[in-house]
């Protein structure tokens, strides 16, 4: 990952034309203006702290002259980190990259359930300067970098990024082939919140959506961590078809592989992850709380 992660408070130093200080209170009639959804495609992180973590949807930048037009999602920790009300802001703006200002900046505040709440403008034609916690200036305005860690779409997000809610084993059961749902808790499971129904919640996860990469990987981890060395290999390989450059996979593989007796291909593996992303075995442990790479599989 060559983006650095910004400390600063993402949101802070906005430019509202509200006249409340808050999102939607008197809003101005630019306001009105059509807010942007979540985005349903690859996201590419930008910035973390303690209460949110922001990303820019990768697939809805685009480039006229020295203006670029860009979406940026930040996802709370929680349902209500979002101005203490909200889960998600998806704000759609206009980057003058010689000028460095932003401008246009309409933002979509939703729900954990991805309903839009409210929406206003926060900056007009005009713009404001560009600021140290808009991360996705310098991505945008920027030469190429080497590939970033992607996340697709906002639900993914969620589940990487998002407090559970208390009943979400309960409104999973009521909606047995609802994939979203399932997948998130498979994905809380694997995050540390285990059950002993976890594994089969997983499978159901897979059998609902067997194309989604992110589950394929939380189900490859949990077999991992339980010792079913041959059903990870399959998991992870699964993925690694689906998305070649996905380097959790190429390490868990990898992982996976050394386990079962294989050390070279195993190698072969974590290289090729490492390759991908250096920080692989980090975001790999931080994801997956209770899973811990050992020196020996680091290294061997």
Known sequence: ?????????LGGGLWWLTAGGGP???????AAATPPALPTGPLQLLSANVDDVQYLAADQVTKTGDKVQAVVLDAGKT???I??????EAKRETIDCKARTIGEEVAGYYDGSGKLVTHELQSGALGRPVSGIDAEAAVVCGPPGAPARIVPGWTAVQRQVQTAPDDLVARAKATPQDAELWAWVC????????SPSLPKDCDHAVALNPASTATLLDRAFLKLTLRH????????????ALDPKNAEARFGRALALIMGGKAAAGR????????LDPKVVAWIEANYRDFQVSEPYRSH
């Open 1 to 9: 990952m060559t983006v650095a992660l910004v400390t600063a408070v």
């Open 83 to 88: 101005s203490r009300r909200y889960a998600f």
């Open 268 to 275: 072969a593996d974590r290289d090729r992850a490492r390759a």
């Open 229 to 240: 060395i041959p059903a990870a290999q399959a998991d992870f390989s699964k993925a690694i």
């Open 24 to 30: 939607g209170a008197g809003a101005a009639p630019e």
């Open 187 to 194: 994905a809380n499971g694997v995050r540390g919140h285990w």
């Open 79 to 81: 349902a209500t980190s």
